[in-house]
Structures are given as structure tokens and as C-alpha cells.
Nanobody
Framework: QVQLVESGGGLVQAGGSLRLSCAAS????????MGWFRQAPGKERECVAA????????YLADSVKGRFTISRDNAKNTVYLQMNSLKPEDTAVYYC???????????????WGQGAQVTVSS
């Protein structure tokens, strides 16, 4: 069992930055691939970014390439999503997810956090 807790969400103006963190506890964090997803009101959940356990494989959605970066610190059991040049359309609840297998942008992750709200004002 893996427990995931997101932090770092909030309200920011367009063009600003936020860094989301996802702290994991339970099983060995370094054995898990991680993903960041978001869901805006009335829209389907989408994968924003994913990273393999060692960081060698990464995925970024086209909508965030050049603006968002995913990284992880296995010593701290934490995965990060650095979000720069934020746009109002980035407004959503952001979830982190974990799975023993690298899932990329599929939604087939075994463990999910509770989510963090990110609101970008225009």
C-alpha cells in the first residue's frame, strides 16, 4: 500500500508559477513510477506528466510541454511538478498517482492522492 499526499496548490495569476509536491509513504517509493493528472470541472481527467522509478522515462502532455517539468527525489519519497507560465486553462484539481509499472499517460495507476486545487486567474 502506498499513501500519496499532494501539496503546493493554490491561486496564482496567469504567467505565474507553482510547484506541486507529492509525498509518498508506505512501500519503497523508488520502486514506483509516478504520474500527475488533472481534472477540470466538466472535463475528463488527463495525464499531465509521468516519470519512471529511476527518472529515465518521462512523459509530458503537449499542452504543458515547455512549461511544466516533472522530477522526483527518491531519497525524500517525493515527486514534483514544476509549473511555469501558468494559464487559466491549467485550472484544475491535480492528482498524483503511483504504480509499480511505468504507465505513462494511461490512467491505470494503482494508487492515487486526494488532489490539490490549482486556480489560475486571468
Amino acid at each position: 500500500q502506498v499513501q500519496l499526499v499532494e501539496s503546493g496548490g493554490g491561486l496564482v495569476q496567469a504567467g505565474g508559477s507553482l510547484r506541486l509536491s507529492c509525498a509518498a509513504s508506505g512501500r519503497t517509493f523508488g520502486n514506483y513510477a509516478m504520474g500527475w493528472f488533472r481534472q477540470a470541472p466538466g472535463k475528463e481527467r488527463e495525464c499531465v506528466a509521468a516519470i519512471s522509478w529511476g527518472g529515465g522515462r518521462r512523459y509530458l502532455a503537449d499542452s504543458v510541454k515547455g512549461r511544466f517539468t516533472i522530477s522526483r527525489d527518491n531519497a525524500k519519497n517525493t515527486v514534483y511538478l514544476q509549473m511555469n507560465s501558468l494559464k487559466p486553462e491549467d485550472t484544475a484539481v491535480y492528482y498524483c498517482a503511483a504504480d509499480p509499472v511505468y504507465r505513462g499517460n494511461t490512467g491505470e495507476y494503482a494508487y492515487w492522492g486526494q488532489g490539490a486545487q490549482v486556480t489560475v486567474s486571468s
